[in-house]
T-cell receptor
């Protein structure tokens, strides 16, 4: 059974701080990893994709991948109250399906 | 780019009736689309993979006769919930991929069965 694990949170950070979201996965052969943001009552929105070890930056977001440790993370710099949402980690399988974690709820307070 | 639409966004139906949900890729063609269901405060659960021109592939535990999927063209997949019951009330979301890797989600359809 392929699994993706996330801490459900909530993770509370003050406005302007760095929010760090973590994810581990069980399938060592996984090659593609994604972070989605989901606001309450809405569908997921793709934020970042990462395929290679190391860091990938896009604006205030940085995704980090360590395949040896089977670990993916998302850093959000200068967190804003509008970043408050549930962040879903997803891993693509060899049949193109996405396996999702349960999500981490982020709360950014002013 | 990579826009996926769904219709309707909300539907309320009576127990025993059928409901059809449409998923369209607006600016790309998708040979494969995915249907998910999400219960409140739970994660997304993949229901089935919709394949253009062939039968859908259902996940374990999903009744294919209850959740009918038709992928009629490269831009349209439909999910029909047949003989709906209150326990089918959920948030149904489709996704599609314009490339090999990144999946984009539709806005979702909230189904309430009374």
């Amino acid at each position: 059974q392929k699994e993706v694990e996330q801490n459900s949170g909530p993770l509370s950070v003050p406005e302007g701080a760095i929010a760090s979201l973590n994810c581990t996965y069980s399938d060592r052969g996984s090659q593609s990893f994604f972070w989605y943001r989901q606001y309450s009552g809405k569908s997921p929105e793709l934020i970042m994709s990462i395929y290679s070890n190391g860091d990938k930056e896009d604006g205030r977001f940085t995704a980090q991948l360590n395949k040896a440790s089977q670990y993916v993370s998302l850093l959000i710099r200068d967190s804003q109250p509008s970043d408050s949402a549930t962040y879903l980690c997803a891993v693509r399988t060899d049949t193109d399906k996405l396996i999702f974690g349960t999500g981490t709820r982020l709360q950014v307070f002013p | 780019g990579a826009v996926v639409s769904q219709h309707p966004s909300r539907v309320i139906c009576k127990s025993g009736t059928s409901v059809k949900i449409e998923c369209r890729s607006l600016d790309f063609q998708a040979t494969t689309m995915f249907w998910y269901r999400q219960f409140p405060k739970k994660s997304l659960m993949l229901m089935a993979t919709s394949n253009e021109g062939s039968k859908a592939t259902y996940e374990q535990g999903v009744e294919k006769d209850k959740f009918l999927i038709n992928h009629a063209s490269l831009t349209l997949s439909t999910l029909t919930v047949t003989s709906a019951h209150p326990e089918d009330s959920s948030f149904y979301i489709c996704s599609a991929s314009p490339q090999d890797y990144e999946q984009y989600f539709g806005p979702g359809t909230r189904l309430t069965v009374t």
